[in-house]
């Protein structure tokens, strides 16, 4: 199964399959999304509690993605695009004040959304092993949307894209609100699915159900570079 009849929904079951691609390596950027420090960490397991070790346990899945696929996939992404000269931008989640008081209501609200996240601190920072380089662009958020919540949008115009292929975590929350917020914007996006991850495997292929053929295509990385043509 290809990119063109996979991660169909109900609503696109019965959909022709689309054209190929049409990327243009000047007018295409790669958008790698939140994935920071704050979320690839972990405390040492023998040290908590049953409840806390329950936890643990359920977000381990999660990390074996983001360890033996996201990250790995993102970083040879990253390079792909340096390699072709193509535009590599990055958004965090950073609020500007030590406490917060400028974050969106969404990310004030009780449990996993509502983190502190100073633009300063370690935590909040891109992780080495995909960090920016040179003059490559990363924007500071405190929404959900990397677009809403930044001048990304100005950004992207004034560097004449107009396709957008995001990557990052996490599926469900701040890739999807992105996600629609560029395709509202008419913006071309692309979601790589072995670049994304959500809590679950079943909320992010779920997620991808839903944006996909509407608010964006769903390809691999290999499809990806296969669509583009590039050596």
Not at 76 to 88: A, K, S, T
Not at 142 to 170: E, M, P, Q, Y
Not at 203 to 210: A, G, N, S, T, Y
Request: charged share 25%.
């Amino acid at each position: 199964m290809s990119w063109k009849t996979a991660h169909r929904s109900l609503y696109y079951a019965t959909m022709p399959e689309p054209d190929d691609l049409v990327l243009p390596p000047a007018e295409t950027a790669l958008l790698v999304i939140d994935i920071q420090n704050t979320y690839l960490e972990r405390p040492d397991r023998s040290k908590l509690s049953p409840a806390e070790q329950a936890h643990f346990d359920a977000w381990t899945p999660f990390h074996e993605r983001m360890h033996g696929t996201v990250i790995p996939n993102v970083r040879d992404l990253i390079g792909w695009f340096r390699h072709h000269g193509m535009e590599v931008v990055y958004a965090r989640i950073a609020c500007h004040t030590r406490d917060g008081r400028d974050r969106s209501l969404s990310q004030k609200m009780p449990g996993f959304n509502n983190l502190l996240l100073p633009k300063d601190e370690a935590a909040s920072q891109i992780i080495d092993a995909l960090a920016p380089r040179g003059d490559e662009i990363v924007v500071h958020k405190t929404t959900d949307s990397a677009l809403t919540g930044t001048n990304l949008r100005l950004i992207l115009h004034n560097l004449g894209v107009k396709h957008v292929v995001c990557v990052g975590i996490f599926t469900d929350q701040c890739v999807s609100s992105t996600v629609r917020s560029l395709a509202d914007e008419s913006f071309g996006v692309v979601v790589v699915d072995d670049c994304c991850a959500a809590a679950t495997d079943d909320l992010h292929r779920h997620e991808l159900e839903i944006i996909n053929h509407i608010y964006c295509h769903v390809l691999t990385a290999a499809e990806l570079k296969l669509q583009m043509k590039l050596s």
